[in-house]
């Protein structure tokens, strides 16, 4: 099992664990995905080492995490720089856009992009979803060359697909991002990836809670600003 230890304020707290086998079935590269997750997590830029404010891991350096215990050091804990609470929905940045459904059935045909189900049965999701709230969604489309209701924001997925992306136990993960590259995670497709990549994840969720994240959420709350799916 690898163990992951946060790094917060100075004091090291019990964030995560997992079965390496697990990282190695999802990526190439155990030690780069894990950093991407811990940077989804909190939120924040870090580090992940050996030792509490240690060295950096070599990333592209082992196809293994092993049985091991880890530390991530992150720059603080935020969502995109803004405190989670100053997250809003507002129609400023969320709207409605005509024909939005139709513009993905015609790029993806009329079924599910995943489990091949008639359209009838699916719904229309945002890779990106409204729950995010207008702040974030504001910043993550500043810098590109599209908005959130482009096609490239949606899918088309079957109802029950959709339960479990909204669940959190399915993700789809998109490359190149902040610690991945399309070469970084097994994929069923053949040739070159697509510059612009998107990998479906299942996730398996844990039972019970961390005793340790209970204690850290008290003591530090802006450590316990929930990130919606």
């Known amino acids: 099992m690898v163990e992951i230890y946060l790094n917060a304020h100075g004091t090291q707290v019990h964030f995560l664990s997992i079965p390496d086998s697990n990282v ?12 991407y997750v811990l940077f989804t997590i909190c939120g924040a830029c870090g580090d992940i080492s050996t030792i509490p404010d240690g060295t950096a891991v070599d990333y592209y350096g082992s196809t293994s995490l092993a049985n091991a215990i880890y530390h991530y050091n992150p720059t603080g804990f935020h969502l995109c720089g803004l405190p ?48 995010k709230g207008d702040e974030f969604i504001a910043i993550h489309f500043r810098h590109q060359h599209r908005r959130f209701n482009d096609t490239q924001n949606g899918i088309l997925l079957a109802k029950t697909m959709h339960e479990r992306v909204s669940g959190g136990d399915t993700a789809f993960l998109k490359m190149p991002n902040y610690g991945l590259d399309p070469d970084d995670v097994w994929r069923v497709d053949q040739g ?23 204690k850290l959420t008290k003591k530090f709350p802006e450590v316990s600003q929930p990130q919606k799916p």
């Open 84 to 131: 989670y609470k100053q997250m809003t929905s507002t129609a400023s940045v969320v709207t409605h856009r005509p024909n939005f459904r139709q513009d993905i059935k015609r790029r993806d045909g009329d079924f599910c992009t995943i489990t091949r189900e008639p359209a009838v049965h699916c719904d229309t999701v945002h890779l990106i979803p409204k729950c």
């Open 24 to 35: 190695q079935r999802l990526s190439k590269c155990p030690f780069k995905w894990l950093h």
């Open 192 to 214: 070159p990836p697509h510059s612009d990549h998107i990998t479906l994840h299942r996730l398996v969720k844990p039972s019970g809670d961390n005793p340790d994240i209970r």
